[in-house]
């Protein structure tokens, strides 16, 4: 079976967290926006009457006669099949768990940058979004990193993973949020990552592993950039 | 087995997304922190060193021995044991896709009167306030509830729940939305409802079975207020 990506082409997006767990699995998949005229294939699809269960919005993943909608859902569905989640239901739900804490903290990178309205454009929330930002980096960012940090180390399997002794899909994806940190907010993370050493080994630990580090070298691998979910504006970055 | 919930005295929250199932399965079940010295209790075992699987945040479920957190993870969890949830895997990953949108909703909502930082008063944030309310009633609350209107018109089996011929807990979900959305923006409820009317009609019809209803009229159903997420501020709920 050859599975469907849809996602918004041009950016990593949350289509990333899916991204990154299809080439850990080395699965058959293709990024249909990326495809001639796949981003409009996206939106038609999107909008089909013929969808019996239509997404809210991007990502969302075509598997045989499912289409599956909502990041850290299609990652549930993904995990299992592929040897990145735990085999029991409550290793399951622990690692759904810190899935769906990932994605509140990315919901907040999300509104550094777009505190009042996704509608608008940046510059028209850039006052809000310096106030927001510094909160983020100052209270919200220590608070989810040392909380993933206090996980590591309470896995009695030790840390080198989050669950147990090997990989599941939450280490994917909290190695994308360290790396979408540091693009966003280098001199914050400068400042910051010293206290979290295992966070900072996971990333290491997971962009050195084969499969990663040849898609992260590949170009399928978007960079980060300002229309994405990490946007480094540099006046955002600032010491406070 | 008692169930024990965890989750703030003193507001419906996320806590009630969980409340709201717990009763309608008439499960046996908990509050804690409305228990004497409650509070106290939940964030013991936040704090605790002993947690195996520690929390983000409140709301967590204990059952047994797992403890489990995230308020869709706790509904995904107890779903399929108390007939809130489609039997097969592929009702099951629906129900969650359409929960984790509710829960993106409920986001958006918390947002409208705490836009740059949870750690600031509402009047500390008040002007901004205005600004996301106005995008979220304008914009966003009427592309989710003319998603959920959707959903209905799409079921298969017709417009009385959102998935199948009988009540799963994304339908309990979708109540408590509209009932706090009434209660935070009348004005703009009043103008909004009338386009989605099998979501109204929903509404309705879970409001009225014999378990919630009795539910919502016990002093258990902890009364909307300026704590929780739907808060009713007269300056935000503004024609515009």
Chains 1, 2 share one sequence.
Do not use: C
Not at 65 to 93: K, M, S, W
């Amino acid at each position: 079976m050859r599975y469907e990506l849809y996602y918004w082409a041009g950016i990593q997006g949350l289509g990333e967290f899916v991204r990154l767990a299809l080439e850990e699995a080395r699965a058959d998949y293709v990024d249909i926006a990326r495809e001639a005229d796949g981003e409009r294939a996206m939106l038609r699809l999107l909008d089909s009457k013929d969808v019996e269960h239509p997404p809210f919005a991007p990502p969302y993943l075509k598997a045989e006669e499912l289409l599956i909608g909502q990041t850290a859902n299609i990652l549930f569905y993904l995990g299992p099949r592929h040897d990145l989640a735990p085999p029991t239901e409550a290793g399951r739900l622990w690692a759904h768990q810190l899935q769906l804490t990932i994605a509140d903290l990315v919901d907040e990178v999300h509104d550094t940058h777009h505190p009042i309205a996704s509608s608008l454009y940046y510059k028209d929330q850039r006052p809000e979004a310096k106030r927001r930002t510094a909160d983020f980096v100052n209270s919200r960012a220590p608070k989810y990193l040392g909380y993933f940090e206090k996980v590591l180390i309470r896995n009695k399997a030790g840390s080198e993973y989050l669950i147990g002794a090997n990989l599941t899909y939450p280490d994917l994806s909290l190695f994308q949020v360290v790396a979408g940190l540091r693009y966003a907010f280098p001199r914050a993370m400068t400042r910051l990552e010293p206290k979290y050493p295992r966070v900072t080994a996971l990333h290491e630990r997971v962009a050195t592993r084969p499969r990663i580090a040849a898609y992260l070298s590949s170009n399928r691998r978007i960079p980060f950039n300002e229309h994405g979910i990490f946007r480094h504006y540099p006046e955002l970055d600032v010491d406070t």
